[in-house]
């Protein structure tokens, strides 16, 4: 059984730091790996997918990396301000039965500080 | 409506109550999903329908019940329910059940008394 982990479970910094959360998978044979954000109460906003054969994708103040073979993923977020706090979301993307599925971790909730 | 929308967006219900939820997407997409959200757990996958057709069923229980009448549209039908049942239900809808990112709608927080 495939299982995804997110550490810290919780994390807090002041405002303009740069910070990094952590992901790892026990089964490298994923297809891709994607990060969501999470705001309380909300659904889930994509905010990176990295593809197998990837190392990386940027978007913005946000960078995540990929290594299959050490089974971990990090999103990095630079200048951080308040309004990245939320919980973010690691999910590795298996082939299932009859479908492909995400398989989720548990969060990393992150507080910015003004 | 743009995205995937959900409704309600609450709902208390009691044990021996029937209810429905409904998910409806405008992305032209023909594979949906339902996942359950618990507190302190991971995102679990419900079920996942795929040009119509249910293509998992991740052992959830009888109680709850899906219909998908079209690639728009999803249900969740709900009836004698148990209190662990209360969660965040989110659809999620991507262009087919394959390798494709998939979108999620806001959710409904579900309360079993």
């Known amino acids: 059984k495939q299982e995804v982990t997110q550490i810290p479970a919780a994390l807090s910094v002041p405002e303009g730091e740069n910070l990094v959360l952590n992901c790892s998978f026990t089964d490298s044979a994923i297809y891709n790996l994607q990060w969501f954000r999470q705001d309380p109460g909300k659904g889930l906003t994509s905010l990176l997918l990295i593809q197998s054969s990837q190392r990386e994708q940027t978007s913005g103040r946000l960078n995540a990396s990929l290594d299959k073979s050490s089974g971990r993923s990090t999103l990095y977020i630079a200048a951080s301000q308040p309004g990245d706090s939320a919980t973010y979301l690691c999910a590795a993307a298996y082939s299932g039965a009859g479908s492909y599925q995400l398989t989720f971790g548990k969060g990393t909730k992150l507080s910015v500080i003004p | 409506e743009t995205g995937v929308t959900q409704t309600p967006r609450h709902l208390v219900m009691g044990m021996t109550n029937k209810k429905s939820l409904k998910c409806e997407q405008h992305l032209g997409h023909n594979a949906m999903y339902w996942y359950k959200q618990s507190a302190k757990k991971p995102l679990e996958l419900m079920f996942v329908?795929?040009?119509?057709?249910?293509?998992e069923n991740n052992s959830v229980p009888s109680r709850f019940s899906p219909e998908c009448p079209n690639s728009s549209h999803l249900f969740l039908h709900l009836h004698t329910l148990q209190p662990e049942d209360s969660a965040l239900y989110l659809c999620?809808?991507?262009?087919?059940?394959?390798?494709?990112?998939?979108?999620f709608g806001p959710g409904t927080r579900l309360t079993v008394l």
């Open positions: 999620a809808s991507s262009l087919d059940s394959g390798i494709y990112e998939q979108f």
């Open positions: 329908y795929n040009f119509k057709e249910q293509t």
